[in-house]
């Protein structure tokens, strides 16, 4: 699975939007990004996943670079709720017979200002 | 509610005492696994499952064992619990070999194993 790399943390306004990077350049062409978040010790939490297209679902947003090496998870309007560790993460689809580990990096810490 | 629950949440031990977390997931899901989180080392898979009697080690296995007997639960068991096994473990489970059918994976709330 490719590496990652994300910025340690970051801090938002309340009601702002919220751009969190990921870097992935060495991504293979059948890796997806996926993004996670685990609040304050609760179990991560799914938000979206992306192949090429830019993807938007309830909760956010996720742009990726033409060249796939570089995407950005968009919070549109972030809240208190959102303060959370975020974790950019690059596999293959499931479905294979094989083990389906994600591969947790240390994320960023985003802080939701009031 | 699609879910994933451990038991127990909290869990304080003594050495050598025998214990079990249970897992379980009502998603119908064939693919579960089991997380362990420890403070500047991230989330390390311990075991997972592909399915019914299907196990395998993941990247911690030593002092842990797993069984799947029923799709629906996945236990973790330390049969002889150690003070480097206190951890925050969390269990995952996802649709493993029928991923075309969502590609998220679900975790339940995790359980805080203390070992004195």
């Known amino acids: 699975d490719a590496k990652t790399t994300q910025p340690t943390s970051m801090d938002c306004a309340e009601g702002r939007a919220a751009n969190l990077p990921c870097n992935h350049s060495t991504i293979s062409g059948n890796e997806y990004v996926y993004w996670y978040r685990q609040i304050h010790s609760q179990g991560p939490q799914y938000i979206i996943h992306g192949l090429k297209n830019n993807e938007t679902n309830e909760m956010a947003s996720l742009i990726i670079t033409e060249d796939r090496k570089s995407s950005t998870l968009i919070l549109p309007h972030a809240t208190l709720r959102d303060t959370a560790v975020y974790y950019c993460?690059?596999?293959?689809?499931?479905?294979?017979?094989?083990?389906?580990?994600?591969?947790f990096g240390t994320g960023t810490r985003l802080t939701i200002i009031p | 509610e699609a879910q994933v629950t451990q038991n127990p949440r909290y869990l304080i031990t003594v050495t050598g005492k025998k214990l079990t977390v249970t897992c379980s997931q009502n998603?119908?899901?064939?693919?579960m696994s089991w997380y362990r989180q420890d403070p500047g080392l991230g989330l390390r898979q311990i075991y997972y499952s592909m399915n019914v009697e299907v196990t395998d080690k993941g990247d911690v296995p030593e002092g842990y064992k797993v069984s799947r007997k029923e799709k629906r639960n996945f236990p973790l068991i330390l049969e002889s619990p150690s003070p480097n096994q206190t951890s925050l473990y969390f269990c995952?489970?996802?649709?493993?070999?029928?991923?075309?059918?969502?590609?998220?994976?679900?975790f339940g709330p995790g359980t805080r194993l203390t070992v004195t």
């Open positions: 995952a489970s996802s649709w493993g070999k029928a991923g075309g059918r969502g590609y998220e994976q679900y």
């Open positions: 993460i690059v596999r293959v689809a499931p479905g294979g017979t094989g083990n389906e580990k994600l591969t």
């Open positions: 998603m119908n899901h064939e693919y």
